[in-house]
Structures are given as structure tokens and as C-alpha cells.
């Protein structure tokens, strides 16, 4: 987990939806969302109230936007460690290639969970500080 070249080659995958992202400026996620965008990624919100962001529209849960927009290459978390499992087991069964969980969300459970399923496991590191 978090070697250099899964880092590297999970930073290169176009579509990413992002767990927490909402319409609030004062958010990490909103910014790290907008840095995804103009390192040429597709950024979906995964937010309850499915919300318009940065041009792309939210959906409430993995599975809808999975509908909507296809299989998601990366699902990057930005929650509560305690919530954090529920949408690694959810990035699973969507099929995406890769879960990304923000700084200081660590639940290594849910990380072996993930490594289990054949899926690359990114935890407690941020894209935007890795693509900088």
C-alpha cells in the first residue's frame, strides 16, 4: 500500500468519484477536486445531496453515479475514518480500480478489504499534495 508506483499510476486514471464532495468552498474535497480537473481528470461528487459541482452532477451514492456514468477508476474518501469502510466495500462492488483515502482517514479493515478484492489501496495520502 502507498508504494510510489501505485501512487503514480492511480494518479493517471481519468474517472474518479469523490465520496464527500460538496458545493462548499471552505471543504478540502472541493479543492482537491478542482486540482483533479485541471490535471485533466472527470471528477464526480458522491454527496447526499447530490449536488452540482465544479460543472459535473452529484450523485448520493456510488452505485447511482456508477449508473449514470460508468465504472469509477478511482473512489477517493473524504470522511470520518469510521464511515470510511462502507464506501471502500461500496468502491468494490462498483469495480473500481482504486480507493484513495484522504489524510488522516486510516482504517486498515477496510484497506484489507479492499487489497483482498485485487483493488490498489491508497490511505492518508491527499492527490493534490501527490500531483504538486
Not at 508506483?5 to 486514471?13: A, F, H, K, V
Request: glycine residues 8%.
Amino acid at each position: 500500500m502507498n508504494t510510489p508506483e501505485e501512487i503514480r499510476s492511480t494518479l493517471t486514471m481519468p474517472l474518479w468519484f469523490i465520496v464527500g464532495l460538496g458545493d462548499n468552498p471552505d471543504r478540502d474535497a472541493y479543492w482537491v477536486a478542482q486540482t483533479l480537473q485541471q490535471h485533466g481528470r472527470r471528477v464526480i461528487p458522491i454527496y447526499p445531496r447530490a449536488e452540482i459541482v465544479h460543472g459535473e452532477q452529484g450523485y448520493a451514492t456510488i452505485a447511482d453515479a456508477a449508473a449514470a456514468v460508468g465504472t469509477p477508476d478511482v473512489v477517493d474518501v473524504f470522511v470520518r475514518a469510521d464511515r470510511a469502510g462502507r464506501f471502500a466495500d461500496e468502491a468494490i462492488a462498483a469495480g473500481a480500480k482504486a480507493v484513495w483515502f484522504q489524510f488522516g482517514v486510516i482504517d486498515h479493515d477496510a484497506a484489507a478489504r479492499v487489497e483482498a478484492a485485487g483493488v490498489t489501496m491508497i490511505m492518508d495520502r491527499c492527490p493534490k499534495v501527490e500531483l504538486a
